[in-house]
Structures are given as structure tokens and as C-alpha cells.
């Protein structure tokens, strides 16, 4: 009996491109690599390919079904970013070939799955319990697409 290496494993249902996406996004993230396919016969969607791949150390499985299930934005996968350089790299990498830029630190990738690619020093302006510099904060970050460190620092400091 196999061993579970992990207990919760998002999967993703694409059209037709999950080698293609999981292959794509080894490439983006480091300790990222496609572990295996397998495809599935006699399925409600016909012939059906499942890949195991895994991101930044996380084992996720996606599936080639057909369109039935598109993404959309009520989920996302957030990258946690030190610095600029990190920010710009994800947001180039994940936006290009055809993803789009949204708002609020927020991008779709060419196969249609959202992400937000947000500082980490988010995390310590939102929870510093200062309501006036997050007020500052938040009217900075809804006027960007991507997120500007140094621009929020400016904000939540007030200068």
C-alpha cells in the first residue's frame, strides 16, 4: 500500500494542457518537477490524462478533462515574495504567453489560474494594528497591478 506523502493535494482540471501547465510551472518555481502522467480510459470525459507534479515542494494533480470546470477567481495560489526582484520575476514568468494582469497584486496565468503575488511584508502592515497606515496601505494597493514595495512601505508609513 502506497504511503501518503501528503494529505491535502490540490487538483486542477484544465481542458486539455495539464502536462502542459504542470511542466510550465516546474519551470517557474524552484523544487518544482513533474513526477508522473497517467491517462484514465472510460471516463464520463472520455480519455482523460492525470499528472502528479509537485511546486515548490507541494504535490498537486491536475487533469486534462475537457472544459467543463473552468478556473475562476474564487480560488488563487498566493506567492509570498521577499523582495522586489522575486515580485517581478513571478509576475513576468506568470503573465506571460498570454496571462493577464488583474489588480491588487493579482494575475491570471495562460491557462486561465489565478494568482496573487504579494510582499511579505504585507503580512506584518496588515496585522500592525495601526488603522490609519492600513487605511494608507489599502488605497495604495488598489491603484496597482503589481504590487510595489517600496511604494507600499511609503504608504504604510505615511510618506
Known amino acids: 500500500m502506497a504511503t501518503i506523502r501528503q494529505k491535502l493535494v490540490p487538483h486542477l482540471w484544465f481542458d ?3 502536462r502542459e501547465a504542470a511542466e ?8 518544482s518537477w513533474v513526477e508522473s502522467s497517467v491517462t484514465l480510459e472510460g471516463t464520463p470525459s ?3 490524462e492525470v499528472v502528479t507534479f509537485f511546486v515548490l515542494g507541494q504535490e498537486f494533480q491536475a487533469i486534462s478533462a475537457g472544459p467543463l470546470v473552468p478556473f475562476n477567481e474564487s480560488i ?15 509576475w513576468d514568468k506568470l ?21 496573487q503575488i504579494v510582499p511579505t511584508v504585507m503580512d506584518e502592515m496588515m496585522q500592525s494594528g495601526d488603522p490609519v497606515a492600513l487605511a494608507r496601505i489599502t488605497q495604495a494597493f ?11 512601505v511609503r504608504a504604510f508609513e505615511g510618506r
Open 16 to 18: 486539455h494542457q495539464a
Open 24 to 31: 510550465f510551472y516546474a519551470s517557474v518555481f524552484e523544487n
Open 46 to 48: 472520455g480519455s482523460v
Open 76 to 90: 488563487s495560489f498566493m506567492v509570498k515574495c521577499d523582495t522586489q526582484q522575486e515580485i517581478d520575476y513571478y
Open 95 to 115: 503573465t506571460a504567453d498570454g496571462g493577464q494582469e488583474v489588480e491588487c497584486g493579482w494575475l491570471k496565468d495562460k491557462f486561465g489560474l489565478s494568482w
Open 142 to 152: 488598489l491603484k496597482m497591478k503589481k504590487f510595489d514595495i517600496a511604494a507600499l
